[in-house]
């Protein structure tokens, strides 16, 4: 079962720089799919990266191509997300979840993740 924590989030200036951790307490197959998604009050939670722990295939969305960076770090069960020239339009809950892939792809649904844990806070003031 996937147990997972975010830790992280704050509050930065535009143009600064934050990094989120995802720690899995739980068990994870090494061939999952593991994704951030972001919340702002009153709107869908959105994929924002996903990476494939079978090969470490990644994918952003269109808005944080460049400035994030999503990676893995195996022996401590983590997964990261680095955020660079941070926007307010970054401002959000950000979470990390699970999922099973399909093939050798990750899904991009949130209905196919599970494992949420309590999100971290971000927030980016100008």
């Known amino acids: 079962q996937v147990q997972l924590a975010e830790s992280g989030g704050g509050s930065v200036q535009a143009g600064g720089s934050l990094r989120l951790s995802c720690t899995n307490s739980g068990y994870t197959y090494s061939e999952h799919c593991m994704a951030w998604f972001r919340q702002t009050p009153g709107e869908e939670r959105a994929e924002v990266a996903v990476i494939y722990l079978g090969d470490g295939r990644t994918l952003y969305v269109d808005s944080v191509k460049g400035r994030f960076t999503i990676s893995q770090d195996s022996a401590k069960n983590t997964v990261y997300l680095e955020m660079n020239n941070l926007r307010p339009e970054d401002t959000a809950m950000y979470y990390c979840?699970?999922?099973?892939?399909?093939?050798?792809?990750?899904?991009?649904?949130?209905?196919?993740?599970?494992?949420w844990g309590q999100g971290t806070q971000v927030t980016v003031y100008s």
């Open positions: 979840a699970a999922a099973t892939p399909r093939g050798n792809d990750c899904p991009t649904s949130k209905y196919e993740y599970n494992g």
